[in-house]
């Protein structure tokens, strides 16, 4: 395990990792460090329940190619913590997470993890005097600690859908708007991703009074023109060159970040150039080297991605029902992420699953919970003790998709050990 990762282990062990939604902690955390929160030049707040690092990434990269400086912070991290905070042009360095962890455990005050994490970014930041601040919301917007700023520069809602649904009373969509874009602030620019058309309907019924300049998904799209994409809007034709986004919703994300970038004055040829080199790290992300691919065959595909929901599932189910020759799936998932639920979107795609835990989180699932849901589903199920064992089992000489899947903790896990 390296470094970070232990000291990441020492941090959950200090702080709760159960999630208390309220801003009374970190603000009063901000005010005794003399509101570093302040000195963050035009700070973005994105939120959504699907593709928010996906479009802050795809983000990142117009504005560092357009000559812009900019720090981010991503929720969660996959296996390192230092890739959590980005500064200007490098990841944060374990000696720096330290010191601002002390200077935060010396206010005596009782906070969550992802609160102290958030202050770390805060803090790491105000250092820096970069152009932009992107932030990454938690869960919902209401009480996360994310929304520390009055105004801020922009606000993104990427896509909402019934993620996180025991947070929330009433259990509905409508609630799950109403917490994440009803608590907006006013007098900003906000930007709201590709949606479902009901909760399209639902998100511009609870901002009709806000005072922001809103720009609604119907302003952009994304065509198919002669098998080639291309993202479109009244100015402007985008060739959409990747050879690493490959689903809708991916591309979704990537055509809600052009958009912004677009506004931000950030030239289309610079944008375009900069397409091919976005990589979106355990999101329908193949990998073609490091240490696990000794396991398996050259003619085998490992891909992994971090799907978790309902809507995410259906993104990847899309992607995979385009994939020719066998499909066979490795599953961790968390307990609350209704795994049954989630599976019933694959009807037909995996030859057969392997069932796993997620090592070091308490909330996973056992393996033999998850055998017994995929037996009731009609699938050829197997469970493993690691992710060695899962590729034992499945590999062979004949060709296939191996995909890792359920989870961004199982696979990060993996890229840990690749």
């Keep these: 395990m390296i470094n970070s990762e232990i000291y990441y282990k020492s941090l959950q062990k200090k702080y709760s990792r159960s999630i208390s939604l309220g801003l009374s902690r970190v603000k009063k955390a901000l005010i005794l460090l003399n509101s570093p929160h302040l000195k963050l030049k035009r700070p973005i ?8 690092f996906t479009c802050v990434k795809a983000l990142q990269y117009f504005l560092q190619a357009n000559g812009n400086t900019a720090t981010a912070n991503f929720s969660p991290h996959l296996y390192d913590l230092r890739t959590r905070f980005w500064l200007k042009n490098r990841f944060i360095s374990l000696k720096e997470i330290k010191k601002y962890e002390k200077k935060i455990s010396k206010l005596k005050i009782k906070l969550s993890l992802f609160e102290v994490l958030t202050l770390i970014h805060i803090l790491a930041a105000s250092k820096e005097n970069a152009d932009f601040s992107l932030q990454e919301a938690g869960l919902l917007f209401k009480g996360d600690a994310s929304r520390v700023w009055d105004k801020p520069f922009i606000q993104i809602c990427t896509n909402l859908n ?76 985008i060739k959409i060159n990747s050879n690493y986004i490959h689903s809708k919703g991916l591309i979704d994300n990537l055509g809600l970040a052009i958009k ?12 375009q150039k900069t397409i091919p080199k976005i990589k979106f790290e355990g999101r329908l992300d193949y990998i073609k080297k490091g240490k696990l691919r000794k396991y398996l065959n050259k003619n085998e595909a490992l891909l992994l991605d ?24 490795v599953w961790a998932m968390q307990k609350n992420k209704m795994p049954s639920q989630f599976l019933k979107n694959f009807q037909g795609v995996f030859k057969k699953i392997i069932t796993m835990n997620i090592d070091g989180e ?10 017994i849901i995929a037996i009731k589903r009609g699938y050829s199920v197997d469970k493993a003790k690691n992710i ?19 989870s961004l903790y199982h696979v990060g896990n993996v890229l840990s050990k690749n």
Aim: charged residues 25%; hydrophobic residues 30%; contains cysteine.
């Design 45 to 52: 707040n994105i939120i959504g329940s699907d593709g928010k």
């Design 162 to 237: 019934k993620q996180h649904l025991e947070w929330v009373y009433p259990k509905t969509i409508n609630e799950i708007c109403r917490q994440k874009v009803g608590y907006m602030s006013n007098n900003t620019n906000i930007y709201i991703g590709k949606q479902k058309p009901k909760v399209l309907r639902i998100v511009k019924k609870i901002l009709k009074k806000n005072k922001s300049n809103i720009t609604y998904p119907s302003s952009w799209k994304i065509i198919n023109k002669k098998k080639k994409l291309f993202y479109k809007d009244n100015k402007n034709l």
């Design 260 to 271: 912004i970038a677009l506004d931000l004055n950030i030239k289309s040829k610079i944008i």
């Design 306 to 329: 971090g799907a978790h929901s309902n809507a995410s599932a259906q993104n990847l189910y899309s992607y995979l029902k385009t994939l020719k020759g066998p499909i066979y799936g």
């Design 362 to 371: 308490p909330n996973s699932c056992t393996a033999e919970d998850l055998k």
């Design 388 to 406: 060695r064992d899962a590729f034992k089992k499945l590999s062979s000489n004949k060709a296939k998709t191996i995909c890792v899947f359920g």
